[in-house]
Protein backbone atom coordinates (compact mmCIF):
# COMPACT_ATOMS: atom_id res chain seq x y z
CA UNK A 1 0.00 0.00 0.00
CA UNK A 2 0.75 3.63 -0.68
CA UNK A 3 0.25 6.69 0.75
CA UNK A 4 -0.02 9.94 -1.89
CA UNK A 5 -0.85 13.29 -0.57
CA UNK A 6 -2.02 15.99 -2.73
CA UNK A 7 -1.62 19.76 -1.19
CA UNK A 8 -4.01 22.80 -1.84
CA UNK A 9 -2.69 23.54 -5.46
CA UNK A 10 -3.28 20.13 -6.54
CA UNK A 11 -6.60 19.95 -5.91
CA UNK A 12 -7.31 24.11 -6.95
CA UNK A 13 -8.65 24.03 -9.89
CA UNK A 14 -11.10 21.56 -11.67
CA UNK A 15 -8.54 20.09 -14.31
CA UNK A 16 -5.85 19.29 -11.73
CA UNK A 17 -8.07 17.32 -9.96
CA UNK A 18 -8.59 15.61 -13.69
CA UNK A 19 -4.94 15.10 -13.39
CA UNK A 20 -4.68 13.27 -9.97
CA UNK A 21 -7.59 10.80 -11.35
CA UNK A 22 -5.02 10.22 -13.96
CA UNK A 23 -2.12 9.92 -11.77
CA UNK A 24 -4.04 7.93 -8.90
CA UNK A 25 -5.50 5.03 -11.70
CA UNK A 26 -1.89 5.07 -13.81
CA UNK A 27 -1.33 1.60 -12.24
CA UNK A 28 -2.76 -1.00 -10.03
CA UNK A 29 -1.04 -0.16 -6.69
CA UNK A 30 -3.10 0.55 -3.54
CA UNK A 31 -3.47 3.91 -2.69
CA UNK A 32 -4.65 5.84 0.22
CA UNK A 33 -4.91 9.43 -1.25
CA UNK A 34 -4.65 12.21 1.06
CA UNK A 35 -6.17 15.82 -0.08
CA UNK A 36 -5.89 19.31 1.11
CA UNK A 37 -8.40 21.78 1.33
CA UNK A 38 -8.87 23.73 -2.30
CA UNK A 39 -5.97 26.45 -2.50
CA UNK A 40 -7.20 29.56 -1.08
CA UNK A 41 -10.02 27.66 1.35
CA UNK A 42 -8.45 27.10 4.77
CA UNK A 43 -7.28 30.91 4.53
CA UNK A 44 -11.02 31.74 3.63
CA UNK A 45 -12.80 30.03 6.18
CA UNK A 46 -10.26 31.19 9.27
CA UNK A 47 -11.40 34.71 7.87
CA UNK A 48 -14.74 33.47 8.26
CA UNK A 49 -14.01 32.48 11.76
CA UNK A 50 -12.31 35.69 12.52
CA UNK A 51 -15.40 37.91 11.65
CA UNK A 52 -17.93 35.53 13.42
CA UNK A 53 -16.04 36.23 17.00
CA UNK A 54 -15.80 39.46 16.62
CA UNK A 55 -19.74 39.40 15.80
CA UNK A 56 -19.42 40.80 12.59
CA UNK A 57 -22.45 38.54 11.44
CA UNK A 58 -22.66 40.85 8.20
CA UNK A 59 -19.07 40.16 6.84
CA UNK A 60 -19.09 36.36 8.31
CA UNK A 61 -22.27 35.75 5.74
CA UNK A 62 -20.42 37.83 2.53
CA UNK A 63 -17.17 35.49 2.80
CA UNK A 64 -19.26 32.65 3.42
CA UNK A 65 -21.15 33.37 0.28
CA UNK A 66 -18.42 34.60 -1.76
CA UNK A 67 -16.43 30.99 -0.88
CA UNK A 68 -19.85 29.04 -1.93
CA UNK A 69 -20.25 30.93 -5.64
CA UNK A 70 -16.34 29.98 -5.83
CA UNK A 71 -17.64 26.07 -5.38
CA UNK A 72 -20.52 26.43 -7.52
CA UNK A 73 -18.41 27.51 -10.28
CA UNK A 74 -15.73 25.12 -9.49
CA UNK A 75 -18.20 22.29 -9.56
CA UNK A 76 -19.58 23.05 -13.27
CA UNK A 77 -16.47 22.40 -14.73
CA UNK A 78 -15.51 19.17 -12.11
CA UNK A 79 -18.20 17.24 -13.47
CA UNK A 80 -19.14 15.94 -16.64
CA UNK A 81 -22.29 14.42 -16.41
CA UNK A 82 -25.48 16.30 -14.82
CA UNK A 83 -25.83 13.26 -12.46
CA UNK A 84 -22.06 13.79 -11.33
CA UNK A 85 -22.95 17.70 -10.91
CA UNK A 86 -26.07 17.04 -8.93
CA UNK A 87 -24.14 14.97 -6.54
CA UNK A 88 -21.27 17.87 -6.23
CA UNK A 89 -24.09 20.31 -5.84
CA UNK A 90 -25.78 18.06 -2.45
CA UNK A 91 -21.97 18.03 -1.14
CA UNK A 92 -21.70 22.01 -1.45
CA UNK A 93 -25.04 22.70 -0.37
CA UNK A 94 -24.65 20.09 3.22
CA UNK A 95 -21.10 21.68 3.96
CA UNK A 96 -22.29 25.14 3.39
CA UNK A 97 -25.65 24.87 5.34
CA UNK A 98 -23.67 23.88 8.15
CA UNK A 99 -21.44 26.97 7.51
CA UNK A 100 -24.33 29.25 7.59
CA UNK A 101 -25.47 27.44 10.38
CA UNK A 102 -21.79 28.73 12.86
CA UNK A 103 -23.45 32.30 11.94
CA UNK A 104 -26.04 31.74 14.74
CA UNK A 105 -23.99 29.84 17.31
CA UNK A 106 -23.38 32.46 19.96
CA UNK A 107 -20.40 32.57 21.40
CA UNK A 108 -18.60 31.46 18.62
CA UNK A 109 -15.89 28.94 20.61
CA UNK A 110 -12.65 27.29 19.73
CA UNK A 111 -14.76 24.45 18.96
CA UNK A 112 -16.97 26.26 16.05
CA UNK A 113 -13.61 27.45 15.01
CA UNK A 114 -12.14 23.98 14.63
CA UNK A 115 -14.67 22.65 12.93
CA UNK A 116 -15.20 25.31 9.95
CA UNK A 117 -11.56 25.09 9.00
CA UNK A 118 -11.77 21.41 9.07
CA UNK A 119 -14.59 22.14 6.11
CA UNK A 120 -12.38 22.77 3.28
CA UNK A 121 -10.69 19.39 3.59
CA UNK A 122 -14.50 17.85 4.10
CA UNK A 123 -15.17 19.52 0.60
CA UNK A 124 -12.43 18.59 -1.18
CA UNK A 125 -12.55 15.17 -0.43
CA UNK A 126 -16.29 14.36 -0.69
CA UNK A 127 -16.25 16.26 -4.55
CA UNK A 128 -13.33 14.12 -5.52
CA UNK A 129 -15.12 11.32 -4.32
CA UNK A 130 -18.14 11.51 -6.11
CA UNK A 131 -16.07 12.84 -9.19
CA UNK A 132 -13.89 9.30 -9.14
CA UNK A 133 -17.54 7.84 -8.93
CA UNK A 134 -18.45 9.78 -11.99
CA UNK A 135 -15.30 8.33 -13.70
CA UNK A 136 -15.99 4.75 -12.66
CA UNK A 137 -12.93 4.43 -10.57
CA UNK A 138 -13.36 2.38 -8.12
CA UNK A 139 -12.27 4.25 -4.83
CA UNK A 140 -13.81 4.82 -1.20
CA UNK A 141 -13.95 7.52 1.00
CA UNK A 142 -12.34 7.28 4.80
CA UNK A 143 -12.91 9.70 6.94
CA UNK A 144 -10.20 10.93 8.57
CA UNK A 145 -12.41 11.85 11.70
CA UNK A 146 -13.07 8.17 12.39
CA UNK A 147 -9.16 7.20 12.67
CA UNK A 148 -6.73 10.41 13.43
CA UNK A 149 -6.79 11.53 16.67
CA UNK A 150 -4.64 13.73 19.16
CA UNK A 151 -4.13 13.54 23.01
CA UNK A 152 -4.15 16.50 25.46
CA UNK A 153 -0.97 17.86 24.25
CA UNK A 154 -1.88 18.01 20.90
CA UNK A 155 0.25 14.43 19.82
CA UNK A 156 -1.02 12.54 17.44
CA UNK A 157 -2.46 8.97 18.70
CA UNK A 158 -0.63 7.24 16.15
CA UNK A 159 -1.63 3.05 18.04
CA UNK A 160 -5.36 4.79 17.38
CA UNK A 161 -4.79 5.23 14.31
CA UNK A 162 -2.83 1.91 13.66
CA UNK A 163 -6.18 -0.17 15.30
CA UNK A 164 -9.04 1.77 13.30
CA UNK A 165 -7.07 2.12 9.72
CA UNK A 166 -6.24 -1.87 9.90
CA UNK A 167 -9.69 -2.75 11.11
CA UNK A 168 -11.32 -0.42 8.62
CA UNK A 169 -9.01 -1.68 5.52
CA UNK A 170 -9.64 -5.54 6.63
CA UNK A 171 -13.19 -4.53 5.54
CA UNK A 172 -12.37 -3.27 2.37
CA UNK A 173 -9.91 -5.97 0.46
CA UNK A 174 -11.32 -5.75 -2.46
CA UNK A 175 -11.18 -1.63 -2.69
CA UNK A 176 -7.80 -0.39 -4.52
CA UNK A 177 -8.15 3.61 -4.12
CA UNK A 178 -8.68 4.85 -0.50
CA UNK A 179 -9.39 8.99 -0.35
CA UNK A 180 -9.00 10.42 2.70
CA UNK A 181 -8.41 14.03 4.39
CA UNK A 182 -5.32 15.46 5.56
CA UNK A 183 -5.53 18.04 8.60
CA UNK A 184 -8.13 17.18 10.16
CA UNK A 185 -8.58 14.84 13.16
CA UNK A 186 -10.32 14.70 16.18
CA UNK A 187 -9.15 15.41 19.94
CA UNK A 188 -9.65 13.74 23.35
CA UNK A 189 -13.12 15.55 23.67
CA UNK A 190 -14.17 13.84 20.69
CA UNK A 191 -14.38 17.45 18.87
CA UNK A 192 -13.07 18.14 15.49
CA UNK A 193 -9.55 19.37 15.63
CA UNK A 194 -6.70 19.82 13.24
CA UNK A 195 -2.49 19.20 13.02
CA UNK A 196 -2.12 22.56 12.31
CA UNK A 197 -1.64 24.71 8.96
CA UNK A 198 0.00 22.63 6.47
CA UNK A 199 -0.60 19.91 8.50
CA UNK A 200 -1.73 17.50 5.56
CA UNK A 201 2.01 16.46 4.71
CA UNK A 202 1.39 15.35 8.43
CA UNK A 203 -1.24 13.41 7.79
CA UNK A 204 0.16 11.26 5.12
CA UNK A 205 3.50 10.63 7.24
CA UNK A 206 1.17 9.56 9.91
CA UNK A 207 -0.90 7.24 7.68
CA UNK A 208 2.39 5.76 6.34
CA UNK A 209 3.93 5.14 9.62
CA UNK A 210 0.37 3.47 10.87
CA UNK A 211 -0.15 0.99 8.14
CA UNK A 212 3.52 0.75 7.60
CA UNK A 213 3.01 1.74 3.59
CA UNK A 214 5.16 0.93 0.96
CA UNK A 215 5.64 4.80 0.02
CA UNK A 216 4.48 8.50 1.08
CA UNK A 217 4.74 10.39 -1.66
CA UNK A 218 4.12 14.04 -1.05
CA UNK A 219 2.78 15.45 -4.42
CA UNK A 220 3.62 19.25 -5.41
CA UNK A 221 2.01 20.86 -8.48
CA UNK A 222 5.20 21.82 -10.28
CA UNK A 223 7.26 20.31 -12.96
CA UNK A 224 10.68 20.29 -12.03
CA UNK A 225 13.04 21.71 -9.08
CA UNK A 226 13.54 24.91 -8.07
CA UNK A 227 17.23 24.91 -6.30
CA UNK A 228 15.88 27.18 -3.80
CA UNK A 229 12.21 28.33 -2.45
CA UNK A 230 11.35 31.40 -4.97
CA UNK A 231 9.34 33.21 -2.32
CA UNK A 232 12.84 33.87 -0.99
CA UNK A 233 15.25 33.72 -2.89
CA UNK A 234 14.05 35.85 -6.21
CA UNK A 235 17.08 36.13 -8.73
CA UNK A 236 19.09 33.08 -7.27
CA UNK A 237 16.17 30.40 -8.19
CA UNK A 238 16.61 28.37 -10.28
CA UNK A 239 14.03 26.22 -12.22
CA UNK A 240 15.42 22.46 -13.27
CA UNK A 241 12.84 20.77 -15.30
N1 LIG B 1 -5.67 22.98 4.43
C1 LIG B 1 -4.72 23.06 5.52
C2 LIG B 1 -3.94 24.35 5.44
O1 LIG B 1 -4.15 25.14 4.52
C3 LIG B 1 -3.83 21.87 5.60
C4 LIG B 1 -2.88 21.69 4.44
O2 LIG B 1 -3.14 22.23 3.35
O3 LIG B 1 -1.89 20.98 4.58
O4 LIG B 1 -3.15 24.60 6.28
MG1 LIG C 1 1.72 22.22 2.09
Known amino acids: ?24 TEDSTRKIVVLSALSGTTNALISIGESLKANNDAEATQKIEELYAHYETFIKELYKTPAGYAEGKAIIDKEFS ?5 VSIKPFSVKQEKEIV ?3 ELLSTQMFEAYLREEG ?13 IDADNEPVLKFTEEKL ?16 GFICRNPRGEVDNLKRGGSD ?40
Open 166 to 181: SSILSQLEDKQVFITQ
Open 137 to 149: VNAVLLPALDFML
Open 118 to 120: AEG
Open 202 to 241: YTASLIGGAIVADEVQIWTDIDGMHNNDPRIVKKHSQFVS
Open 1 to 24: MQVWKFGGTSVGKPERMHSIRNLI
Open 98 to 102: FIRSL
